[in-house]
């Protein structure tokens, strides 16, 4: 069974820096596209960064220049980190880790779309 678990959420103050975290563990073949999303009050969840395997990340204009991710990858583990820097009250949201984990079963492979528990940011102004 597959997991993605989110670290790295908080409080901090406008123009403050965060770093989140996904770990992706258990028994898969291999983990494609990675990306962080974000869900604020009322609004719909947009995605915010996204990454694939030996590809330039692609960001959302709102964060070009503040946000960094980055991913590792290793046998039956996987991480995303994303370095969120210039903090602005609008980024105040709910964010999730996703990913695209495949599994293998003798010639045929499976895409599953997973995704974490999510980890609030709070920005104050």
């Known amino acids: 069974q597959v997991q993605l678990v989110e670290s790295g959420g908080g409080l901090v103050q406008a123009g403050g820096s965060l770093t989140l975290s996904c770990e992706v563990s258990?028994?898969?073949?291999?983990?494609?596209?990675m990306a962080w999303h974000r869900q604020a009050p009322g609004k719909q969840r947009e995605l915010v960064a996204r990454?694939?395997?030996?590809?330039?990340?692609?960001?959302v204009d709102s964060v070009k220049g503040r946000f960094t991710i980055d991913r590792h990858d290793a046998d039956n583990t996987a991480s995303l980190q994303m370095k969120m820097t210039i903090l602005k009250p609008e980024d105040t949201a709910i964010y999730y880790c996703?990913?695209?984990?495949?599994?293998?079963?003798?010639?045929?492979?499976?895409?599953?779309?997973?995704w974490g528990q999510g980890t609030q940011v709070t920005v104050s102004s």
């Open positions: 990454i694939s395997y030996g590809e330039f990340p692609l960001y």
């Open positions: 258990g028994n898969f073949y291999r983990v494609d596209d």
């Open positions: 996703n990913a695209d984990v495949v599994t293998r079963i003798g010639d045929s492979v499976f895409h599953h779309d997973s």
